[in-house]
């Protein structure tokens, strides 16, 4: 679906770029999650992909269309959702009708549906709604874009614990093999179970861009007090409850559930050691 060939990007010349010749590619279907410390460009990877930066070099496409040029196709087929969400002063119900029009898949019921998860109400005044109540706006409404690629970007940033739940629970009904949902961010536990795929950046540029599946299959994440298995594994580091470990697996049938903050310390802190 998008294709990252050859990327670099700097915010000036004078400035250190932000991405040097970065290559990746994000499939059709399934949630992503593009995580990287503050500040190694997953916001500014983020608007690359949705053609509101222009590359220093390389291309982004969107099935095989250039997203910098922004054309009506290629914008009604994508949804970006911001860290901080910027709304007109106007009523939620003016903001649908207005912007509705652009998005052909657009579904009323599940804007409803996800308003009334949110408790949002038609009459609403956006531009004196709180932070988190911004973002429910911006979230529901991208959600019933029903786009093929949806792009959030620290989505659970100003929402309290139950409307993280309730995101969740959203994410999990909007998932499907025919829509592909990148997700930027540090909560790395409030979206563990709900990832199909992972993509670490650093300041070298791609870490990772694996399946879970994938990951599972060659490392175990686990938390341990034997000396044997701490001194062979591939990343320890010391816990409350004992020491995390990342260790390969050596049996097909010793699967455990990936932990996405240890496999981002571990690649981060030690990429050399691990070869997916």
Not at 34 to 44: A, D, E, M, Q, S
Not at 111 to 131: K, Q
Not at 180 to 202: F, G, P, W, Y
Not at 240 to 267: A, Q, W
Request: charged fraction near 25%; proline fraction near 5%; include cysteine.
């Amino acid at each position: 679906m998008v294709e990252i060939k050859n990327l670099s990007f700097s915010y000036s010349r004078k400035k250190e770029p932000v991405f040097r010749d970065l290559t990746l590619n994000i499939g059709h279907g399934g949630v992503y999650g593009l995580l990287g410390r503050n500040g190694v460009g997953k916001t500014t990877l983020m608007y690359l992909i949705a053609g509101a930066l222009t590359p220093s070099a390389g291309t982004v496409t969107l099935d095989g269309t250039i997203t910098r040029r922004r054309l009506p196709s290629t914008m009604s087929r994508l949804r970006i959702v911001t860290e901080e969400s910027i709304l007109p002063p106007q009523k939620l119900s003016e903001y649908v009708k207005l912007n509705s029009y652009y998005y052909p898949d657009f579904s009323q019921d599940l804007f409803a549906h996800i308003c009334d998860e949110f408790e949002l109400t038609p009459d609403m005044r956006l531009d004196r709604l709180s932070t988190g109540a911004k973002k429910k706006v911006a979230l529901a409404f991208a959600f019933a874009c029903n786009t093929p690629l949806l792009l959030l970007d620290e989505p659970t940033n100003g929402l309290d614990i139950p409307s993280k739940d309730t995101f969740r629970r959203i994410l999990a009904e909007c998932m499907s093999d025919d829509r592909t949902i990148v997700v930027a961010t540090h909560q790395v536990h409030d979206l563990e179970r709900l990832l199909s795929n992972v993509i670490i950046l650093d300041e070298r540029g791609l870490i990772i861009n694996r399946s879970i599946s994938e990951i599972t299959e060659v490392l175990r994440f686990d938390v341990s007090n034997d000396p044997k298995v701490i001194s062979s594994a591939l990343w320890s580091q010391p816990g409350p409850g004992g020491t995390e470990v990342v260790t390969r697996r050596l049996n097909p049938d010793d699967e455990t559930e990936v932990d996405l903050e240890m496999l981002f310390k571990c690649m981060s802190q030690r990429p050399e050691t691990i070869s997916l």
